[in-house]
């Protein structure tokens, strides 16, 4: 059974906007913190952006004022609203779960992954 499943990601031009979702099974649900993370041709993953159970959330610098995470909570979606694309922020956008409150914040601790979903944007 799939626990976490993007989808959402496409092409797009620079200053676009896309909106990515993620459906989480109830058994994720059960865990404290929820994050997208991307991870671009030759680098690293990089962490997004998390929200707690609490709806507190936390940017990554570049994408902070552009990007928005949410949740639906009876749906169990996770969503990741993003605006004024630019083209350093194409990658593979992935949702992640964990359970450890204490390493939310600080984007650690995410053992759960999805499969990801492509977002390339064109300058």
């Known amino acids: 059974q799939v626990e976490l499943a993007e989808s959402g990601g496409g092409s797009v031009e620079a200053g676009g906007s896309l909106k990515l979702s993620c459906t989480y099974s109830?058994?994720?649900?059960?865990?404290?913190?929820l994050g997208w993370f991307r991870q671009a041709p030759g680098q690293e993953r990089e962490g997004v952006g998390i929200i707690d159970r609490d709806g507190i959330t936390k940017y990554e610098r570049s994408v902070n004022d552009r990007f928005i995470i949410y949740q639906d909570n009876a749906k169990k979606i996770l969503f990741l609203q993003m605006n004024n694309l630019k083209s350093e922020d194409t990658a593979i956008y992935y949702c992640a779960a964990q359970k450890w409150p204490s390493l939310c914040l600080n984007f650690g601790g995410f053992e759960t992954w999805g499969q990801g979903t492509q977002v390339t944007v064109s300058s």
């Open positions: 109830i058994r994720v649900y059960s865990r404290l913190c």
